[in-house]
């Protein structure tokens, strides 16, 4: 089955750290862009971080930037979220999927491959 399934959320406290993964199962992540994204309970689903197929290019919503990394192993056929001094405003359930990255303009479209995602509960 070709899917993508995320795992690493769980309870944390402000300020805490949590390590998130996406690892593709069916098919290899190789020659894909991967998208980590979120949604917090009453609000819509936002992008929250994106890695090319290469791990060359990365993007970060301005919300996360300098606090999350995004990075990848091909190898592993897995994608990492590294998630440092996290807030309780980045409560949510976290997903990931494979995006179409345009590096130039470092905007993502064409959203595919949903996992089921995890949900990350920071407490204050």
């Known amino acids: 089955q070709v899917q993508l399934v995320e795992s690493g959320g769980g309870l944390v406290q402000s300020g805490g750290s949590l390590r998130l993964s996406c690892a593709a199962s069916?098919?290899?992540?190789?020659?894909?862009?991967i998208g980590w994204f979120r949604q917090a309970p009453g609000k819509e689903r936002e992008g929250v971080s994106c890695?090319?197929?290469?791990?060359?290019?990365?993007y970060y919503a301005d919300s996360v930037k300098g606090r999350f990394t995004i990075s990848r192993d091909n190898a592993k056929n897995t994608v990492y979220l590294q998630m440092n001094n996290l807030k309780p405003e980045d409560t949510a359930v976290y997903y990931c999927?494979?995006?179409?990255?345009?590096?130039?303009?470092?905007?993502?479209?064409?959203?595919?491959?949903w996992g089921k995602g995890t949900l990350v509960t920071v407490s204050s």
């Open positions: 999927a494979t995006v179409i990255l345009n590096v130039a303009t470092m905007s993502y479209y064409g959203m595919d491959r």
């Open positions: 069916g098919f290899t992540l190789d020659y894909y862009a």
């Open positions: 890695i090319s197929y290469s791990g060359d290019y990365t």
